[in-house]
């Protein structure tokens, strides 16, 4: 079966796939297929449950760019962790007052940031945005997404997923 060529389609199917391709990071790719590398995309998820009182778990680990940790204590809480030899920026939705907005900040290796927590059994947060490195050069980027609970016996569960970009 061939596939016909954009310009064969009808104009508003042209423009519809022109403004999609637009708004769908199109110039990113066109960067990236324009500089020497590779680039790969992964998946990399977890989920762990642990007993009240547990100090931080490791929940998942982002390659390149740090582990994120859950506490099941009087607080349930998942940060992030700068396990990195350098800074990483991180934009994070982790915010009481206003949960749409998203702060932006450049975290230096060693340091966390919280990333969801457990307020009267509403989880605030639930994702944020890392990335590391310049064009040109290698890069990395992940969107992860994090969710935790408090079971009636107090057990504590945690998961994570996130969605990886490298660039090599």
């Known amino acids: 079966m061939s596939r016909p060529f954009?310009?064969?389609l009808p104009r508003a199917f042209q423009l519809l796939i022109v403004g999609l391709a637009a708004f769908s990071g199109a110039m990113l790719a066109v960067q990236v297929a324009q500089s020497a590398g590779s680039?790969?995309?992964k998946i990399v998820a977890n989920r762990v449950v642990v007993p009240p009182g547990a100090g931080y778990t490791n929940?998942?680990?982002i390659p390149g760019l740090g582990v994120v940790r859950g506490t099941c204590g009087s607080v349930v809480s998942m940060v992030w962790f700068n396990s990195t030899s350098g800074p990483v920026d991180a934009w994070n939705s982790m915010s009481m007052e206003s949960p749409e907005t998203r702060d932006g900040l450049i975290?230096?290796?060693g340091l966390g940031?919280?990333?969801a927590?457990?307020?009267e059994n509403d989880m605030r947060g639930g994702e944020f945005e890392l990335g590391?490195?310049?064009n040109p050069g290698a890069r990395k980027t992940?969107?992860?997404t994090v969710n935790a609970y408090r079971s009636p016996n107090d057990w504590c569960g945690f998961q994570a997923t996130a969605v990886t970009w490298t660039h090599t």
Do not use: C, P, R
């Open 6 to 8: 954009i310009s064969q």
């Open 132 to 134: 590391k490195g310049t």
């Open 39 to 41: 680039s790969s995309t």
């Open 107 to 109: 975290v230096s290796s």
């Open 142 to 144: 992940a969107t992860v």
């Open 59 to 61: 929940v998942l680990t």
């Open 113 to 115: 940031l919280q990333v």
């Open 117 to 119: 927590a457990l307020v």
